[in-house]
């Protein structure tokens, strides 16, 4: 049971330096690494329930902090908040809310610009270490003779640390009861993620849709997760094909896609926001890799490894995000992952959910 921690007198329980009391975490993009970032939370506020905390992120991934005792500043990256100039005036409304401490999250030219802004007031704050030096040691050697790099969760948690928070690595997300947008479930629901932004982790087109093919043949109903453009395209001729596949993208948003997820026996997915989702509701995943790896940091937090489909190849990783062109053009990674093993390994796990029942 993680130990309570008071910051009402602004100092440590036996003693020691000032605390925060009220602490300003700074994650604006992307969508994944923010889903992150609710199990790091989860786990400060558990050790230090009297802490306020505010988020400065973007308001469409509000749904992602449910069930977190936070507050959200909201950061219009497009509009009001996209030059320095909008992020000295985000500062000067974080001084007006009373944030004693910044945890930078995220360290890119925006969130250092607040951090200044704040720093240069008298407010103390640390920044996260994203360790490049390791990622880039582990493209160039493909990970040879190294252990797995450290979580991003769990570099969310050191970057509270550094402020003298002390307390216990998160646990993974319990499954919970949500709503679920598409009515009572019969059988068993499956989701289907095939889409990254990035070509290197977006399962190739004819793969996908024998996957659905095999999904579909299976399971009594599959969603198909994905935006809007061609992979809407996709997901509505999969719908319009086989009567028990359901394009998700216009007809939930953020919110309920995760409630819907949370009820899900087993999510597909790539390198991308889905696993992530999946891994704030305790769902089970088959997650399938090409141009990044899993022991990069970017695993869902407490997703087991046994979901894990990836190809073995000299070539892998090439990059730490999957947006560096194939040298081969053909995108190998990918496609020596069948479908036929994608169907066969999420049998294995709703087979084992079932198990568990």
Not at 101 to 126: E, F, N, Y
């Amino acid at each position: 049971m993680p130990r309570k921690n008071s910051v009402e007198a602004g100092r440590w329980q036996d003693g020691g330096a000032r605390m925060p009391r009220h602490l300003l975490v700074v994650r604006t993009s992307a969508m994944g690494d923010v889903a992150m970032l609710p199990h790091a939370l989860g786990a400060l506020r558990a050790a230090y329930p009297d802490l306020r905390i505010t988020v400065a992120t973007q308001a469409m991934f509000r749904p992602f902090f449910a069930g977190v005792d936070v507050e959200l500043l909201e950061v219009d990256i497009k509009g009001e908040h996209r030059s320095l100039r909008g992020m000295w005036r985000l500062a000067a409304r974080a001084r007006e809310l009373g944030v004693d401490a910044v945890a930078d999250v995220h360290d890119v030219l925006r969130s250092k610009a607040l951090r200044l802004a704040l720093r240069l007031h008298g407010i103390p704050t640390a920044r996260i270490d994203k360790g490049r030096a390791e990622k880039r040691r582990f493209i160039r050697t493909g990970g040879k003779g190294m252990e797995p790099l450290r979580h991003t969760v769990l570099r969310y948690c050191d970057t509270f640390r550094r402020l003298g928070f002390r307390f216990d690595d998160p646990p993974p997300a319990q499954p919970s009861i949500h709503s679920n947008p598409f009515g009572e479930k019969t059988g068993v629901w499956v989701g289907f993620a095939p889409f990254s932004a990035h070509r290197g982790k977006t399962y190739p087109e004819p793969l996908r849709r024998e996957a659905v093919r095999l999904l579909a043949e299976r399971y009594e109903r599959v969603f198909i997760h994905g935006g809007g453009g061609a992979e809407a395209e996709f997901a509505r001729e999969m719908e319009c094909t086989y009567p028990n596949v359901t394009a998700l993208y216009g007809k939930v948003r953020f919110a309920g896609e995760i409630d819907l997820i949370a009820d899900l026996d087993c999510v597909v997915t790539m390198d991308s926001l889905v696993m992530h989702l999946a891994a704030l509701t305790a769902t089970p995943v088959v997650s399938v890799w090409g141009a990044t790896h899993p022991d990069l940091g970017f695993l869902g937090y407490g997703i087991a490894r046994e979901g894990i489909l990836q190809a073995d190849l000299p070539c892998r990783p090439c990059s730490v995000f999957g947006a560096k062109p194939c040298k081969y053009g053909d995108y190998r990674c990918l496609t020596a992952i069948a479908p036929e093993r994608i169907a066969e390994q999420v049998a294995r796990i709703v087979a084992c959910g079932r198990a568990k029942r």
